[in-house]
């Protein structure tokens, strides 16, 4: 038979029980023995029987699906997020729909709220930056909907799963000032996005209880190149820092290009600290030292506070913890003396240097 063809009859038939308990099976019932549920499935196996969603939706019960929106997946942390939502919902026995959107913004989150509940799904993960009024106004779009979100501020009075995002700024300042370092620049992303302001204030506070102002202040957008540009302007423009706090890994290597361009060593000159832990940051020259975020357990924690929020049951706020991954990108001030392998290169460097102005 073909899938389109076979029924619930069918199945019955061939597992020799009734349409009832096959019925029972296909929605999840808990009136079924395991014997009995392993036979059922066994005969839907062989069948290649499909249930039909759509007719269950409209009979008013559950879809078992759950709704994804998300910023574009084209960044590490949202497709790290994406990947482990339906490996966990899939665990569970959970379908997950993606609606995507490549402008954070109140009109385009709700377009992909609304997107996601003409499918009848039964509950929301949306990874948007929202504020709080707008993180609550979408919730009200979903109605009796359950939603959870990823990128608000922890003090939001709605569901949500966070990291801790004062935990993470403090982790990268008290790294670097036991280093020793004085003169650190700041690389926060950009200002749509509530995590990235989170982090950066962390920063600035952080800084301030060791009576220290950064050297520098920018802003990238995510991207690595975002990153390599706002570093190349400000050693243009005559600043040269001791360390640099970076918001996420990728911004972290593109600074790592400006740097070398401009013949500062890593950490030797500067010391670099990521936020993410991408699995690249350990390949990047030199190893990234980062602030380590587990988007696959934030992933998994997300599906699993969803299963139990469309189960009428009330989930915890915790925040997730984050942890300092220490390699290759930070050192104490002048603690790396070059070498005279070192030294030789950067003479090479600046005769080829001189050698183009002529």
Not at 38 to 60: F, H
Request: charged share 20%; hydrophobic share 40%.
């Amino acid at each position: 038979m073909k899938p389109k063809s076979v029924t619930l009859y069918d199945v019955a038939k061939h597992a020799s029980v009734s349409y009832q308990t096959v019925s029972r099976v296909v929605n999840r019932a808990a009136q079924v023995s395991e014997k009995t549920r392993l036979k059922v499935e066994a005969a839907m196996s062989d069948l290649n029987y499909v249930p039909n969603r759509v007719a269950q939706q409209l009979a008013g019960k559950h879809s078992h699906t759950i709704g994804f929106a998300t910023t574009t997946l084209a960044l590490h942390a949202p497709s790290q997020i994406a990947a482990a939502i339906k490996s966990k919902a899939g665990e569970m026995q959970f379908n997950v729909v993606i609606s995507m959107v490549e402008q954070p913004g109140l009109e385009a989150t709700r377009s992909a709220i609304n997107s996601l509940l003409s499918q009848r799904v039964d509950g929301i993960i949306i990874n948007i930056p929202l504020e709080d009024a707008d993180a609550l106004e979408m919730q009200r779009t979903c109605g009796a909907v359950p939603a959870l979100f990823l990128d608000v501020s922890p003090t939001v009075a709605a569901r949500h799963s966070v990291f801790d995002p004062d935990m993470g700024a403090r982790l990268g300042v008290e790294h670097l000032v036991q280093l020793g370092h004085r003169h650190i620049a700041l690389l926060g992303g950009p200002a749509s996005s509530v995590s990235a302001r989170l982090r950066f204030d962390g920063w600035l506070q952080h800084l301030s209880e060791h009576r220290l102002t950064p050297v520098a202040k920018l802003h990238g957008d995510w991207g690595s190149l975002s990153g390599y540009q706002q570093v190349q302007q400000m050693l243009h423009e005559g600043v040269q820092p001791g360390a640099l706090l970076v918001a996420n890994d990728q911004m972290a290597l593109g600074a790592l290009r400006a740097l070398h361009e401009f013949g500062l060593g890593v950490p030797r000159d500067v010391s670099v600290v990521g936020y993410d832990d991408t699995e690249d940051s350990a390949c990047f020259i030199p190893p990234l030292t980062t602030i380590k975020q587990d988007f696959r357990t934030l992933g998994q924690v997300s599906v699993e506070r969803m299963v139990a929020l469309i189960g009428g049951e009330q989930v915890p706020d915790d925040l997730l913890t984050v942890s300092l991954v220490e390699r290759k990108t930070t050192a104490a001030p002048g603690s790396d003396t070059p070498s005279a392998r070192q030294l030789a290169d950067a003479l090479t460097r600046l005769a080829h240097q001189v050698g183009r102005l002529k």
